[in-house]
């Protein structure tokens, strides 16, 4: 139920349907993918994890010495998803901490210095726009314009953190507990809000829109590469790198990683009541982002015991403050003015080397690159380090069959008899 959760991918969902002209060819892909590879693979890999008892790592020891090396990338690739992912969770937070506020703070542009009128660039686009791009993420014309590191979303990002590592001091007791919540509550509030829906002028055209496919879009076959690509719990989705400044963020329709912060906030200040329906809504992503948190901390600690690269003696709460830890320091580079360009970067790389009008740097690509590479390349090192090794055992033996000592004297073997004699 907690990998059935993923809230990656319900936010993949939400995103890569607005890229979409018909939202019944985006399903298509979608569901086939989810029947036919998302779930084999999902019972596949419980089935193997309950029969075993064991880590990625030890699985696949288990299956071939060979193998091991899939076991370590599979750690890498949930490292690198927990330093860029809970990033979303400190935005979420951030979010949820303005949803108490009346009115909701990206309802309405603010004041100008002058308090004479209002924002100019807010005023340009919409409050809701502004309010993401300017008041939460403060982004920078492109990746290569750092920035300074925004200090509400380190606090942001930095409570998300502590939420991850109490809930998971105690590995899977305490995690269990917590999976109570945050696995059944979303689907109160999905209910909540389609029950909503349904009750609004026009949700029949909607359904109608929702369920009719394009079939320009369905014969498209990016769309299918990346729902086939994108089903893996370890694997990134699509990538739209394109070169944006704040006018451009501004003036372009919701679509990438801020879908969720722009269309659904759009829709809740239209409701009555909307503080109520902002802060359900953002406490439900922020139980869908801590299912999936649970899943790849673990699936970096079970790794990291299988290997024995800790003592017995230090406890699993400290090894799990320092992983959080070493992944909060690594995602500060988020929480910069460039932070939402560098997210996209680990979060999906697919299309790399396409971009838009506008290209990415060249060192950009190096490091998608390298993203690619550094996962991948210890399946191979690991199964050239066991064939040496395996190597080197059978001469040892060899060496060691040529000679028998008893009692310190060598004893004369048959061949040696025969040569004498």
Same mark, same amino acid.
């Given at each position: ?13 939400t995103r ?17 993918a989810l029947?036919?590879e998302?779930?084999?693979l999902?019972y ?13 790592i030890?699985?696949?020891n288990?299956?071939?010495p060979l193998?091991g090396?899939?076991g370590?990338?599979?750690?890498i690739?949930s ?6 992912y809970n990033?979303?969770? @400190?935005?979420?937070?951030w979010y ?6 009346d ?13 004479t ?15 993401w791009y ?12 750092s920035g ?7 606090i942001?990002?930095?409570?998300a953190?502590?939420?991850v590592?109490?809930c998971?001091?105690k ?5 269990g507990? @917590? ?6 509550f ?11 829906a ?8 909607g359904?109608?829109?929702l369920f ?32 944006c400044?704040?006018?451009t963020?501004l003036?372009?329709?919701?679509s990438g ?18 503080q ?13 982002g ?7 901390i673990?699936g970096?600690l ?5 290997l ?7 406890p699993k ?9 070493? @992944? ?7 929480t ?8 996209e ?13 506008k290209?990415y740097?060249d060192?950009v ?9 550094l996962p991948?390349i210890?399946?191979p090192?690991?199964?050239?380090y066991?064939?040496i ?5 059978k ?6 069959l040529?000679?028998y000592f008893n009692?310190?004297?060598e004893?004369?073997?048959q061949?040696?008899?025969n040569?004498? @004699?």
């Amino acid at each position: 139920m907690l990998m059935l959760d993923r809230a990656l991918q319900k936010y993949v969902y939400t995103r890569d349907q607005g890229r979409y002209s018909s939202a019944g060819a985006f399903l298509i892909p979608y569901l086939i993918a989810l029947v036919f590879e998302g779930l084999p693979l999902l019972y596949l890999e419980l089935a193997i994890g309950q029969r075993l008892r064991m880590g990625s790592i030890g699985v696949w020891n288990s299956i071939s010495p060979l193998l091991g090396g899939v076991g370590i990338a599979s750690m890498i690739v949930s490292f690198l998803v927990d330093i860029f992912y809970n990033t979303i969770l @400190a935005w979420v937070l951030w979010y949820l901490f303005h949803s108490f506020q009346d009115p909701l703070p990206w309802s309405q542009c603010p004041l100008n210095d002058n308090l004479t009128g209002y924002n100019v660039e807010c005023e340009k686009s919409t409050p809701v726009n502004y309010f993401w791009y300017r008041e939460t993420l403060n982004i920078t014309p492109d990746i290569e314009t750092s920035g300074s590191l925004q200090w509400w979303l380190v606090i942001c990002l930095a409570s998300a953190w502590c939420v991850v590592y109490i809930c998971c001091i105690k590995g899977i007791k305490s995690v269990g507990k @917590a999976v109570y919540v945050t696995a059944t509550f979303p689907y109160l509030v999905l209910t909540i809000f389609l029950i909503r829906a349904l009750t609004l002028p026009g949700a029949t055209d909607g359904l109608v829109y929702l369920f009719t496919p394009n079939n320009i879009t369905v014969e498209n076959y990016d769309h299918w590469l990346e729902y086939l690509n994108g089903t893996s719990p370890g694997e990134v989705a699509s990538l739209d790198l394109t070169h944006c400044d704040l006018q451009t963020f501004l003036d372009q329709s919701a679509s990438g990683t801020g879908l969720a912060f722009i269309v659904f906030t759009e829709a809740v200040i239209e409701m009555p009541g909307s503080q109520i329906w902002a802060i359900l809504f953002f406490v439900m992503l922020f139980s869908l982002g801590l299912s999936s948190m649970f899943g790849n901390i673990e699936g970096v600690l079970t790794p990291i015991n299988d290997l024995k690269l800790v003592p017995k003696w230090m406890p699993k709460e400290l090894i799990t403050a320092l992983i959080c830890l070493v @992944a909060f320091l690594a995602a500060l580079i988020f929480t910069l003015g460039s932070g939402n360009y560098w997210v996209e970067v680990f979060n999906s790389y697919e299309l790399f080397p396409q971009t838009e009008v506008k290209p990415y740097p060249d060192w950009v690509f190096a490091i998608i690159l390298l993203l690619c590479v550094l996962p991948v390349i210890s399946i191979p090192l690991v199964a050239l380090y066991k064939l040496i090794c395996c190597r080197l055992k059978k001469s040892s033996v060899r060496t060691n069959l040529n000679s028998y000592f008893n009692n310190g004297f060598e004893v004369e073997t048959q061949e040696q008899k025969n040569q004498r @004699a």
